[in-house]
């Protein structure tokens, strides 16, 4: 499996190069901030028009996670579509698809601050879920320990093989993992904007997501990505 084994609060984890994260113990797939329909609240509230095809796109990628991993358990940890508007909006196929990723598994959504979680797509709408050592929310608590939350979209430049590479990262410390948005169309906060490094503690990691994962010393200086994560 293409994935960077770590570990969280004595929980071993596998943070996968899609972005997603996989925990074999539990047969628990988490993916972050799908953001689906993002193209179609672009266009309603702001007049801009891109491809709209992000949804496709995020699901057949869901689609692939669940297949390699087998996994049992699904929890989507908040903004899993860009607003209430864009769920509802959703194509009939996306729902059909959707429904059937869903069979025969437990699946969360965890409210999110773009949505409160789909009302009627099956599956179970939760504030927070905690599952032994680990605690699944949206967005990180100062005083959170062993938790597994979104919202930031994170990521780190850092040199690779001799030239700068930008890249979706998780951020890790001893006491929480920051989830990269899975979404495809989603902006990203690099990790030393203050909202990022003043949360991680010292020697926090990142693992860049991508063919190959890398595990590398969280960037805590530098100039901002873009200001669109989690807004």
């Known amino acids: 499996m293409n994935g960077c084994h770590i570990s969280l609060n004595g929980a071993p984890l596998c943070a996968l190069g899609t972005g997603a994260l996989w925990w074999e113990a539990q047969s628990l797939l988490c993916v972050s901030d799908l ?7 672009m266009a309603r509230r702001f007049g801009v028009h891109v491809p709209p095809y992000e949804t496709r796109d995020t699901l057949t990628r869901l689609a692939q996670d ?5 996994a049992r358990q699904v929890v989507c940890l908040g903004d899993s579509f860009d607003d209430l508007a864009a769920a509802d909006a959703m194509h009939e196929e996306d729902r059909a698809w959707i429904t059937r990723l869903q069979a025969g598994r437990l699946w969360v959504w965890i409210e999110g601050n773009h949505d409160p979680g789909p009302l009627d797509l099956g599956g179970t709408r939760l504030d927070h879920l905690r599952i032994d050592a680990l605690t699944f929310r949206h967005i990180a ?4 320990t062993g938790e597994v939350s979104g919202h930031y979209h994170p990521k780190v430049q850092v040199p690779l093989r001799g030239r700068m590479i930008s890249r979706p990262a998780f951020l890790l410390d001893p006491q929480r993992l920051i989830m990269p948005a899975y979404g495809t169309y989603t902006g990203g906060l690099r990790s030393t904007e203050p909202a990022l490094s003043n949360l991680m503690m010292p020697k926090a990691t990142a693992i860049l997501t991508g063919g190959v994962p890398h595990q590398v010393p969280m960037p805590t200086s530098g100039i901002p990505i873009s200001s669109t994560a989690g807004k």
């Open 35 to 41: 953001h689906l329909g993002k193209s179609n609240r």
């Open 66 to 70: 669940l297949e390699t991993t087998g």
């Open 141 to 144: 608590e100062a005083s959170g």
